[in-house]
């Protein structure tokens, strides 16, 4: 067989499943529902794990070092310790925070505005904030610099801001084994679904199937529009998906938009990225043309002509 | 053109429906395989088709040993026979284009040759112009021809037809069997199953007589009557 007969009948086998799936729009729109549903959650968790990444960016990867100092420190003398601090080897750089700004800031953002008015005297620190070199974030070297600070007489407390780090990190890495759970499992459903809507589809071909083998038709013939329908199933259940999650990107950018400068930080929510795409519709397109494949192999040589 | 050869055929069920046949049938001939129901004319198509496989002896069809044919040059082998019903298995919600064109379809013929050949069969049958309308919307003997366009379409040097005419009036049934002899005279060799022994009669042609599962007769010298002249 030439390859262009063999073109000729695989774009043959597509358009007829195409026209098949269009002259039953409501059985094919729910069939469609169910496999875009199943992939959309997977596909949402995954953007949950790479915004949760994206937020979080900044801090996860660094460690900052908080130095609050006692409240009857001077801004002169904080300003004095924060150069100090800057000039150790160790450290890459120094943020003062005066007590002044972080009352700001926690007025405009926390929302006890009007709480905070009733205060005679601001009750909050200076605060130097640290930032280790990037050789020297090892916890051993962190720990170092942590004793160094609590040390000096005008430190209150110091706080390393990794413990924290290692707990979200590991609530990201929970989550991120549920995703391979859900996408198994999802997957799996799709399989199912497939498997069960080809079977139907077969049963309900059965004379077409008979005939088609009587005029000579071989198995590869008969089974390859099933294989098409299945994977044009598949195809439109993750564009669906697709479509799903970024209506939900849409929806919830706001309200994240808005949480995000609640935590004094401008962040997006980032919608599935090319790659996460491609991946999503070409695991839909094997999935159906997988589940269509066991499918016909379990039903179709079962159909032999009578005469 | 196809040989049995001391053929027997038990069905699953114990049912012996031939036992021990021989007969040759030759390439151009056009022969009636006759009968009562049940007397095994189906039995020798379907070996003929490869629909069934014979429990013993042999069978010979253009020269291939259909017992030890691999099942997966079945469709092949079927491509090189047309085949009618009595019920004549069209698809209902096909037109009457895309049912002829089906063999074609199957073999890989590219769009246009089939088209051609589609409208060559459906004139040699008389139904031209009738490509779009649905097999519901003919009368039988259309219907039948239908049948007969699809089987003919591919060109096969063999045509087997089982009761091609259990459900027309006589005057239809002599009008199908003529069709059938005109695709003899071009040398396709042509085997009909049938009970209808007035039509097998007025075409004085070779007659198999089946009877209980053997070769009951096998009569060659009828003579033609008038209107089977041809």
Redesign the interface.
């Given at each position: 067989?030439s390859i262009?007969?063999?073109g000729?009948?695989h774009l043959?086998a597509l358009l007829g499943s195409l026209g098949k799936l269009a002259r039953n729009p409501f059985s094919t729109a729910l069939t469609l529902l169910v496999i875009g549903l199943a992939l959309s959650l997977p596909t949402a968790l995954r953007l949950f794990i790479l915004n949760a990444q994206l937020a979080t960016g900044g801090f996860t990867s660094a460690v900052d070092i908080s130095v609050y100092l006692k409240t009857d420190v001077p801004l002169a003398k904080a300003q004095q310790l924060a150069r100090s601090a800057g000039e150790r080897s160790d450290v890459d750089s120094v943020e003062l925070i005066p007590s002044d700004k972080a009352m700001e800031e926690f007025r405009n953002y926390s929302g006890f505005g009007a709480a905070l008015d009733a205060l005679k005297e601001n009750p909050l620190p200076h605060t130097l904030r640290v930032h280790p070199r990037s050789d020297s974030r090892s916890p051993a070297a962190v720990e170092t610099l942590r004793r160094y600070f609590a040390a000096w007489p005008e430190v209150d407390i110091v706080q390393v801001d990794t413990d924290w780090v290692r707990r979200f990190n590991g609530i990201l890495d929970v989550v991120r084994r549920l995703l391979a759970i859900v996408a198994v499992l999802l997957g799996a459903g799709v399989l199912a679904v497939i498997f069960n809507t080809t079977r139907l589809e077969i049963l309900n071909r059965r004379?077409?199937i008979?005939?088609?083998?009587?005029?000579?038709?071989?198995?590869a013939?008969v089974r390859r529009p099933f294989l098409y329908t299945g994977a044009l199933y598949g195809l439109g259940g993750a564009l669906l998906a697709w479509a799903i999650v970024e209506i939900a990107v849409i929806v919830l950018s706001q309200s994240i938009a808005t949480l995000a400068q609640l935590y004094g930080t401008r962040f997006s929510l980032q919608g599935p990225s090319a790659r996460d795409v491609g991946i999503l519709l070409a695991a839909g397109f094997a999935l159906g043309w997988l589940g269509a494949w066991i499918s016909a192999a379990r039903h179709l040589w079962r159909i032999?002509?009578?005469? | 053109m196809i040989a049995f050869d001391h053929v027997s055929k038990r069905y699953s069920n114990g049912r012996e429906a031939l036992t021990s046949v021989t007969f040759e049938i030759h390439t151009g001939e056009m022969v009636f395989l006759t009968g009562r129901s049940g007397a095994g004319k189906s039995t020798v198509l379907k070996l003929i088709a490869l629909l069934e496989r014979p429990t013993r002896g042999t069978v010979l069809v253009s020269g291939r040993n259909t017992t030890t044919l691999k099942s997966r040059h079945i469709p092949l082998f079927r491509r090189q026979i047309g085949m009618v019903f009595q019920d004549h298995r069209l698809l209902a919600d096909r037109p009457v284009f895309d049912n002829v064109a089906l063999p074609l379809i199957v073999a890989g013929t590219s769009l246009k040759e089939a088209d051609k050949r589609v409208r060559a069969a459906l004139d040699q049958v008389g139904l031209l112009g009738k490509e779009r309308m649905l097999p519901m919307e003919l009368s039988v003997g259309e219907q039948q021809r239908v049948g007969i366009a699809r089987a003919v379409v591919s060109k096969p040097p063999l045509l087997i037809a089982d009761e091609p005419t259990g459900n027309l009036d006589p005057y239809l049934a002599l009008e199908i069997m003529r069709l059938f002899r005109r695709f003899q005279d071009v040398g396709v060799t042509v085997v009909v199953a049938t009970h209808d022994l007035h039509v097998v009669r007025e075409f004085g042609q070779r007659e198999l007589v089946i009877d209980n599962g053997q070769i009951h007769d096998d009569v060659d010298d009828h003579l033609p009557s008038v209107i089977a002249v041809r």
């Open positions: 067989m262009a007969v063999a000729t009948r043959q004379s077409e008979e005939v088609t083998k009587l005029v000579g038709g071989s198995n013939f032999e002509p009578r005469a | -």
